[in-house]
């Protein structure tokens, strides 16, 4: 993941791209850089995080109202000065960024080497702004034509802006199983990875589709056309929804930290209007749309990936034993690559924060191809998951910024046993009884949240004893098996120490050979029909020295009891 910026107009485009890349910066911080157009090609990029692109800009030109930015997470050669982006050609002629991976960039590149084209960097992407530059001096072609071509001779996913030093006013964007958006302006065109970088500046947007390109010319209206076809393209603008203050940070030190704090809010506003309790409602408009579907399916398969895979994990308990419909769920990246029984009596539900992610959306167009049903999950209105589902519901949870996705996984969870619970009843396997208590139990989530969460310092003292380790395990039982995978993730995603998600039960048949006085042990053991289990399973981690750290209920004993340090905090008080 690499974040994009780019700007055309009658502002300075430095400032504009450097406060784009400082919000894109979740999406790749190993390296960052900037083209300017501005009496020549002016580039400036190193290794290193966006403050660093900045320092060593400070005593260079940096004027100019037409330029590209990038922040790297390094795909194609390691984290350096050479590798990060943008680009130039040869020649000096073009600059390009470029965010996915090209796979037939050796081919290409063996190709180039042999009409005499040499390489300064490890990428791929300077393989693409030769090639580009090739085909547009040996064919005498403009830019935008050269680029078409050159992308018609592609294997592999790309969000790319290109600039011409000689065709000063315009910058030309591409796309395919990459995310860009252009934001559309008074006289001024914005490009991102994502809406954050220009929110401030408009609030059109035009969201590139699958195999689309764009020739953004100052002074004239986007020119959109089929990278595969070369037809025009008549371009759809959006109508942003998001505003400035929901991507600051809002006092926390940490988008991740605001995030997980929003966590009540995104899922009481993900319930809004759909869950009813005082008058046994659910309201879900694409569940009751394909009501039928679901009800005669022969199984919903669930497509997603990492946190959203972890979140479909959960999906498939709630939906069995609510609905009593058999669920498989995959990962899209497999599923995508294999070569899978679909039929038109499945239902697929794709499930992505953003709705753009590539493997998801490929993984949906097989299914679809076979005749089956596809919901969308997402958070992002208008996303390409969006607009290939048949039907689908959006989680609300609002813009997500941190790496490590919090509030998007609640939210899915939330949605998904919004429709477990609906089908069910529709289903009749759930009688009006617990139906009705179950939409209030769900209600209340939010404000049990609220409460879990004043429990920081508690979690300070805890991360505090167990910063150093270089290992964690991760244990639950049932639904709380998929929670132990994704707090494993969570803690690999952000203190790059290595940890594993185990069904507890699991436990002796490999892991439990690893434990010992440095290994702390995450137990998830609220008060359930597994709670015995867990506790023998607590058991076995201290009779190896092992360090546990237990969630539990409030009324929890046991376990309590026989820790130094439970962390009891899980503010439930019925299974």
Known sequence: MCGIVG????REAYPIIVKGLQRLEYRGYDSAGVALLSDGLQMHKCKGKVSDLTDLAKAKNVSGTLGIGHTRWATHGPPSDANSHPHMSQSGRLALIHNGIIENFESLKEALSGRGFTFQSDTDTEVLVNLIEDIMLSEKLPVEKAVRIALNQVIGAYAICVVDKERDG?????????????????GEYFIASDASPFLEYTKQAVYLEEDEMA??????????RSIPSDKVVEPYVTQLQMDLESI???GYDHFMLKEIYE?????????????????GIIRLGGVSEYKDKFLQADRILIIACGTSWHAGLVGEYVFEELSRIPVEVEYASEFRYRNPVITEKDVVIAISQSGETADTLAAIRLAKSKGATIFGICNVVGSSIAREAHAGAYTHAGPEIGVASTKAFTAQVTVLNMMALYIGYKKGVISSSDFHRSLFELDAIPGKIEKMLQSNEQTLKIAEEYKDSKNCLYLGRGYNFPVALEGALKLKEISYIHAEGYPAAEMKHGPIALIDEDMPVVVIAPLSMHYEKVVSNVQE???????????????????????PFPCSYWPITSQ
């Open 263 to 279: 966590q009540p809010r995104s899922i009481h506003d993900t319930m809004r209007g759909r869950l009813l309790p005082d008058q």
């Open 7 to 10: 700007y055309i107009g009658h």
């Open 248 to 250: 600051e940070k809002g």
């Open 170 to 186: 315009q910058i030309v964007v591409a796309k395919k199983g990459s995310p860009l958006v252009i934001g559309v302006g008074q």
């Open 215 to 224: 020739l953004i010319r100052l002074g004239e209206s986007l020119s959109i």
């Open 541 to 563: 981690v201290k009779a190896r020295n092992g360090k546990v750290i237990a969630i539990v209920n409030p009324a929890d004993k046991e376990i309590r009891r026989s820790l």
